[in-house]
């Protein structure tokens, strides 16, 4: 389109004039081994089940989930192809409820590993193809080069705007139109994020102050 040049005013537009369709999806948590819990947002299908079509999961970018526009677009286009289709939302992402000081990272893949085996195991001859966005996008580039060949029934993903190099991408985020028209924007997700989880993510605070190695492992993960 003549009158929407580059990337910046792509997502603009985007944000502000593409419409949020309308789904039904029902909710079905996931728990953790380490007592936590992730959810998974499956669309309801009208017509007889085939327990063998092809599994297609959207998994969001960061502090996203299946109340997102973008979410919601790749999951019309799943069932546009006649796929089962489900989105993978991270721990307390989505108004889902959060039960550990856990969260997740970019590097981490044990909730995303538990649901791919989940779907594998409730129906073994149903292919699964990945479509992440984002922050999605490392998890699962994580999850597919470091299962090396055992990633259950995953037989495709496909990687949306990516960051591939974390550090490259924190120094580009921090120039002055990026600061305004994204830092801003995902630190406020962020922040009210965690607003929300305040209960859970400190109620093993033991004082007001702590050195940043006391959060390594239960906020952090480290990366590289």
């Not at 792509?10 to 953790?32: C, D, N, S």
């Not at 791919?116 to 193809?129: E, M, W």
């Not at 120094?171 to 924007?185: F, M, T």
């Amino acid at each position: 389109t003549p009158w929407c040049i580059g990337p910046h005013l792509h997502t603009v537009i985007r944000v502000l004039f593409q419409r949020v369709p309308k789904l039904r999806l029902e909710r079905e948590y996931i728990a953790t081994p380490d007592g936590g819990q992730f959810a998974l947002d499956w669309l309801v299908n009208k017509g007889p089940d085939d327990l063998d079509k092809p599994i297609v999961m959207v998994i969001p970018g960061i502090a996203g989930g299946s109340h997102n526009n973008y979410v919601r677009h790749l999951v019309l286009n799943g069932q546009t192809n006649k796929c089962r289709t489900v989105v993978f939302n991270n721990r307390g992402c989505s108004f889902s409820t959060l039960l550990t000081p856990r969260m997740y990272s970019g590097s981490n893949t044990e909730d995303l590993s538990l649901a791919v085996c989940t779907l594998s195991q409730r129906y073994p001859n149903a292919p699964i193809i990945i479509l992440a966005v984002s922050l999605g996008g490392m998890i699962t580039t994580h999850y597919i080069t470091s299962t090396h060949g055992t990633r259950s029934n995953v037989k495709a993903a496909c990687i949306i705007s990516s960051p591939w190099n974390s550090f490259g991408t924190c120094e580009s985020i921090n120039e002055p139109l990026n600061h305004y028209l994204y830092e801003r924007y995902l630190l406020g997700k962020l922040k009210r994020h965690c607003k929300r989880h305040t209960k859970h993510l400190f109620k093993n605070k033991t004082s007001p102050l702590q050195p940043a190695t006391c959060y390594e492992g239960r906020y952090t993960e480290r990366m590289g």
